[in-house]
């Protein structure tokens, strides 16, 4: 079964940082392309970032580039946004999202809040 | 950006009746797309990808049609477990972006 478990979110103040992390297991996560997808509370759903399997491919949308960073660790089948200087409108809840273009499986989200 | 425009916004409907979901891109993604299901609270679910192709586990009564810029979501015979809000997305050039939603509702 496929399974994909984020951690990391929080609360924290405008310009602070946060490193979500994503546990993946039940498929062969070396191989597989992932991402983040965001929801901000009563929202709809947004692409934040995208990596390939080997990690020498990565996409992010406008409003987090220079802010966020994507990476893998394949030995360990985790997967991480490191976030930084924050804002309020980067409040959401992050999925994890195992995906091909169309998302395979999503995990159950964690939750950032930027706040004063 | 590949502008996704999903109507109706919301979709009010007797159970047993078929429901017609649309989306509509900005320019043309081929069949670079998905339609998903989120129930309150839950994180969303894959229906059906790439036109036509359905998801695991997902019933006979959903099905998609389109290509290019005109898609479709159709369930064919409502049920009240169908409740949810329906996204529409793209991943035919980055950005990947997603549609508003439609909210489907049972009568």
């Known amino acids: 079964e496929v399974q994909l478990l984020e951690s990391g979110g929080g609360l924290t103040q405008p310009g602070g940082s946060l490193r979500l992390s994503c546990a993946a297991s039940g498929f062969t996560f070396s191989t597989q392309n992932m991402g983040w997808v965001r929801q901000a509370p009563g929202e709809g759903l947004e692409w934040v970032s995208l990596i390939n399997a080997n990690s020498d491919t990565t996409y992010y949308i406008d409003s987090v580039k220079g802010r966020f960073t994507i990476s893998r660790d394949n030995s360990r089948n985790t997967l991480y946004l490191q976030m930084s200087s924050l804002r309020a409108d980067d409040s959401a809840l992050y999925y994890c999202?195992?995906?091909?273009?169309?998302?395979?499986?999503w995990g159950q989200g964690t939750l950032v809040s930027v706040s004063s | 950006e590949i502008v996704m425009t999903q109507s109706p916004a919301t979709l009010s409907m007797s159970p047993g009746e078929r429901a017609t979901l649309s989306c509509r891109a900005s320019?043309?993604?081929?069949?670079?797309f998905a339609w998903y299901q989120q129930k309150p609270g839950q994180a969303p679910r894959l229906l059906l990808f790439?036109?036509?192709s359905r998801a695991t586990d997902v019933p006979a009564r959903f099905s998609a049609s389109g290509f290019g810029t005109e898609f479709t979501l159709t369930i064919s015979s409502l049920q009240s477990e169908d409740v949810a809000i329906y996204y529409c997305q793209h991943f035919n050039s980055w950005p990947w972006t997603f549609g508003q939603g439609t909210k489907v509702e049972v009568k």
């Open positions: 999202a195992h995906q091909r273009g169309h998302v395979n499986y």
């Open positions: 320019q043309s993604i081929n069949n670079n």
């Open positions: 790439r036109g036509s």
